[in-house]
């Protein structure tokens, strides 16, 4: 199964079923609000709200067709792949406003509203997408996430 926009809203389908809400992000998010042209997608990006990632982390495990990628563990960030597809999930906290502690140290301010203001069809599923403002933010300032620091072995957060 390609990465397509059926695979998008299968995905999105299958964590809802499980009790995990995550919101569309990144290049997906943006050709779906028309943002860009469709083109190949390397990844399904999503945002998952929360103040940890523990409750996700459970549920993950109990999903068969989720096979979490061990290399991409961190603070602030979860993948697996789905058949074949590597999905990538970000955690917001919601504190005082979202925001995303990249690395355990490095903060991220989403501007609010954090999602686009009604829910996005997408392959006849109806998915919460981040806000056109946010997606444009987040590209413009990426580099200051320090992206590099994803080949650091020390910012590997252990298995649970």
Not at 23 to 45: C, K, N, Q, Y
Not at 81 to 93: A, P
Request: glycine share 6%; hydrophobic share 35%; net charge negative.
């Amino acid at each position: 199964m390609e990465n397509t926009r059926e695979k998008v809203a299968s995905v999105t389908a299958k964590l809802r079923s499980s009790g995990i809400i995550c919101d569309l992000f990144g290049g997906w998010a943006e050709e779906v609000l028309g943002l860009r042209e469709p083109s190949a997608h390397g990844d399904i990006d999503m945002l998952y709200r929360g103040e940890t990632f523990k409750e996700l982390d459970s549920k993950l495990r109990d999903i068969p067709e989720f096979e979490e990628v061990p290399l991409k563990r961190f603070r602030h960030k979860r993948a697996f792949r789905f058949y074949g597809t590597l999905c990538e999930i970000t955690l917001v906290q919601e504190r005082e406003g979202p925001f995303t502690l990249f690395w355990g140290d490095v903060p991220f301010r989403w501007d609010t509203p954090l999602l686009h203001g009604i829910l996005v069809e997408v392959a006849r599923e109806p998915i919460s997408v981040v806000s056109a403002n946010n997606l444009k933010r987040y590209r413009d300032l990426h580099k200051d996430t320090q992206p590099h620091r994803w080949c650091d072995p020390q910012a590997l957060e252990p298995s649970a």
